[in-house]
């Protein structure tokens, strides 16, 4: 394989966050490489989303700090996440119902669009210019997607395993450095799960797109993820390469719900 | 037809490229829907492009004769791939871009290919599935380089490459493609096609430039055809029909092909192009009728009442109008009102505003279906041919349509009715040969060199011809009477809820039936009467659903009964299957025709049951899907009777 995987990106240092007495994470620590596939796995209730959360500045933790391309950030909050080229998806698909494909994801280009309002509203000059090209990274977005033939297509008509696709390119219409999928296979039926795969792993492969994902079925994760790490009641109790993973006797046992 | 408009006529389709490079360099010949924006080439542009191709196959030491097979979707490279291999005195050889690694493999070997062109990723690695049993395979090239980084084989190149490879040798040998074309003549192979196999395995059937380019122009000047014609290609590039219109007629009138964007958005893109021509087996047409239908559905009153009031008006006049007959006024007012109304807009829904000609083949076409699209001004024909005659044997000409009929003799071709019934065929479009199969050439063609096209037919009072049958698929009933079972399949096939029908009677006393429910119309009917499904078998076992399916029949036993000839093939006993029959599973071809033997045997357990008194019968079947996994399927399906009538003088029951 071409794809190389290159220095620490994304790093997590004790990274605690609780909701009053609710204590969701605790402590956390983990890095991402650049250009790996990273899996978040854990039972239910285990703190999954909450850290992808806590990446992209949604949930603010208590304590710890998140280094992302050696810059420090002790507040994190979403706007800067996404400038900072982090993009995700979401487990609840949350896009525009009544928009079409086509215009969802050009929501993903928002944060590029330079031109004012009053330009875009009268569609001219160099606001033509730009949306044009806006409209031909939509364009390549929806090619890899190959997802043609739904284009002008209303979201809330598709079924549920093309809106997760629909998502992901709205995600990829960003260019994002990191890409945070929050159980992108959820609900899916198995062709859908492997064309899935293979889109994550196109977007890995040819983008060099950095991936931390989570993911409830255990397949998949062993076979696309380069490193996992696995959460139980809010704390690590197991990261390393699938195998060491799989053999871990913390993990083993959190899985098959022996006691605690 | 030795001159035409410009001149003498080119022997040779290269030939005929670099004329219209030269008459009409600057016109599209090609477009293509890529990243949402149509793009064109011109002429011009595709004769350098092919020039590029040829002289890159040229340096990679491609000869003359050898074949080049091409996988793929309809794109303007795999197209430009064969004439750039006819400019060398090369065959081309299109293949079912859907066909499993054994199929490709057995026409691979059988053709002793060593050069191929591919679409793309999932092509290559099929072909590469089955690379240790290729050993002649000397290079693949890919039009598609989206996940191809890794591919490091030296064998496998992208097709930029050999393009670039091409234009460099081309700059160092300008002449040299000049004299290869020269050398081509209009006796030289031009295609070769692979005959989708209902019997047994496939046969590369070699067709010659002189005969395809007859059938190209025969068919162009019996529907005035012109170089201004648009026209959608989206039928697999390995059927004769798709090389006939979307290949020869384009290289010979000098019309545009609009290639897809890919195969989900065709609706879309035809909506798009308007083509003037265009081409559609008669499932497409029905397909395109159920949605209309389904959506027609969910209109409102008002619509639906307009809708059905039009459709009325059209079903009276439309056919008629169309075909220039007189017409009394008050319809010829009313029929204009729903032109403006309901059928002006249909058809732009249907990417058909602007058809001038459409042809349906390749199967029969129900009568209601066939009307329909012809009583809201949409000037569909049928027309008749198989690979061995470059899909041209009859054409219906302009106001002289029947449904059941296929027409009258194409330009330039000799028709005749053997004593058996079977069709024979003779003119410049026959094959020159079966590939490495002189035994089935000389079969297939007798004496007289008509090729016996292995249909039974017949001429009516007016000089149409209409098929019946397979030839050797009209058999007898244990009492005698006659029994074509393809006629009773089509008849069934007309019904929106039927898929598939299997009748099964030669030699036996009474008809029985295999039926494929459409899931989508079935399962439409089921949505609107509150019927729960979880999938095909389920919907398929529902009473409710067997009562449809029952009552379809009954009707089709009343049609035959009015037949005559055909009474004693009333349906008796029927069962719904399980699992659709899939060209997967080898139960149909490719092009979705049912392999009758083949079904017999793997079911022979369903047919014993039809030919007892049992009321159900459990059968489990392995099915393979599209991934290549294998799966099973099991159920119990009841076995049903259908209400047969009486044939005067004698009880059925």
Known sequence: MSRQIGEVILDLKNVSLSFGGVKALTDISFDVHEHEIRAIIGPNGA?????????????????????????????????????????????????????????????????????????????????????????????EVIDFLEIQHIRKTPVGRLPYGLQKRVDLGRALAMEPSILLLDEPMAGMNVEEKQDMCRFILDVNDQFGTTIVLIEHDMAVVMDISDRVVVLDYGKKIGDGVPEEVRTNPDVISAYLGASH | ??????????????????????????????????????????????????????CGLIELGFQRGQNLAVVGDNRPRMYMMMTAVQCLGGVPLPLYQDAVADELLFVLLDAEVRFLFVEDQEQVDKVLEILPQLPALRHLFYDDARGMRHYTQAFIHDVRELLAMGRLHNANHPDLLDSEIERGVGDDVSVMLYTSGTTGRPKGVRLTHHAFISAARGGAEFDRLTA????????????????????????????????????????????????????????????LLTQVMIRMEDASAIKQKMFHFFMAVARRCGAEILDGRPVPLGDRLLYAMGNWLVYGPLKNVLGMSRIRVAYTAGAAIGPDLFRFYRSIGINLKQLYGQTETCAYVCLQPDGQIKFDSVGKPAPGVEVRIADNGEILVKGPMLLQEYYKRPEATAEALDADGYFMTGDAGLFDDDGH????????????????????????????????????????????????????????????????????????????????????IQECLEKVNHELLAEGALADSQIHRFLILHKELDPDDDELTRTRKVRRNFVAEKYAVLIEALYSDRRSQFIETAVKFEDGRQGKVAADLAILEAKSFAVSGRATR
């Open chain 1, 47 to 139: 703190g999954k989303s909450s850290m992808l959360n806590v990446i992209n500045g949604v949930y603010r933790p208590q304590q710890g700090e998140i280094v992302l391309r050696g810059t420090r950030f002790s507040r994190m909050n979403p706007y800067k996440a996404a400038q900072a080229g982090i993009s995700r998806t979401f487990q609840n698909i949350a896009l525009f119902k009544g928009m079409s494909v086509l215009d969802n994801i050009m929501t993903g280009r928002n944060l590029k669009i330079r031109s004012n309002l009053l330009q875009q509203a009268f569609w001219w000059g160099p606001a033509r210019r730009e949306e044009l090209a806006h409209r031909a990274k939509v364009e």
């Open chain 2, 1 to 54: 037809m030795a001159e035409s408009l410009y001149g003498p006529v080119p022997e040779t389709f290269p030939r005929w490229l670099l004329r219209h490079a030269r008459e009409r360099g600057g016109q599209p010949a090609m477009r293509e829907k890529d990243l949402g924006i149509w793009q064109s080439w011109t002429w011009q542009q595709v004769a350098d492009e092919v020039r590029a191709l040829a």
């Open chain 2, 228 to 287: 201004d014609e648009e026209i959608l290609s989206y039928l697999p590039m390995a059927w004769v029909g798709d090389h006939l219109f979307s290949f020869a007629q384009a290289l010979v009138t000098g019309f545009t092909i609009n290639c897809p964007e890919s195969a989900e958005t065709v609706m879309t893109d035809m909506r798009e192009i308007g083509p003037t021509y265009y081409f559609a087996p008669p499932r497409v047409f029905e397909n």
């Open chain 2, 465 to 548: 011809l209409k098929i019946i049958d397979r030839a050797k698929d009209v058999g007898k009933l244990a009492n005698g009477a006659m029994y074509a079972p393809n006629y009773i399949e089509n008849k069934l096939k007309f019904f929106p809820y039927i898929k598939e029908a299997v009748v099964f009677g030669a030699g036996r006393e009474r008809v029985c039936a295999f039926i494929n429910i459409d899931l989508g119309a079935v399962g439409n009917w089921a949505e609107r009467r509150g019927l729960a499904y979880s999938g095909y078998t389920d919907l398929a076992g529902k009473t409710e659903v067997q009562g449809l």
